[in-house]
């Protein structure tokens, strides 16, 4: 079983920064994907930026040249930079680990930190 603890949320105005961070319980070196979701009022979870092992990475539209999402295998944690917010931006970001064995696929889900873009 693999925990994941996210951290960073918080009050922002647009325009400004916020780093959010996802500790996992284990190596990360074991999971073949992890990445952040959002999910905003009234509205479906969706994909905000995603990392393999090997650093390649996909962002969501919404984050492309804003976001930047990176690892760090020795501190088992992952990370998302979020530059120029804007209120849009304003969800519940989850972090996201994926293991793959064979056919099957395990999902594993942190508890979510709030950010919220306004003045």
């Known amino acids: 079983q693999v925990q994941l603890v996210e951290s960073g949320g918080g009050l922002v105005q647009p325009g400004g920064s916020l780093r959010l961070s996802c500790a996992a319980s284990?190596?990360?070196?074991?999971?073949?994907?992890m990445g952040w979701y959002r999910q905003a009022p009234g509205k479906q979870r969706e994909l905000v930026a995603g990392?393999?092992?090997?650093?390649?990475?996909n962002y969501g539209d919404s984050a492309k040249g804003r976001f930047t999402i990176s690892r760090d295998n020795v501190k088992n944690t992952v990370y998302l930079q979020m530059n120029n917010l804007k209120p849009e931006d304003t969800a519940v970001y989850y972090c996201?680990?994926?293991?793959?064995?064979?056919?099957?696929?395990?999902?594993?889900w942190g508890q979510g930190t709030q950010v919220t873009v306004s003045s």
């Open positions: 996201n680990a994926i293991r793959y064995r064979g056919i099957y696929r395990d999902d594993y």
């Open positions: 284990g190596s990360i070196l074991s999971l073949n994907v």
């Open positions: 990392i393999g092992t090997g650093g390649g990475t």
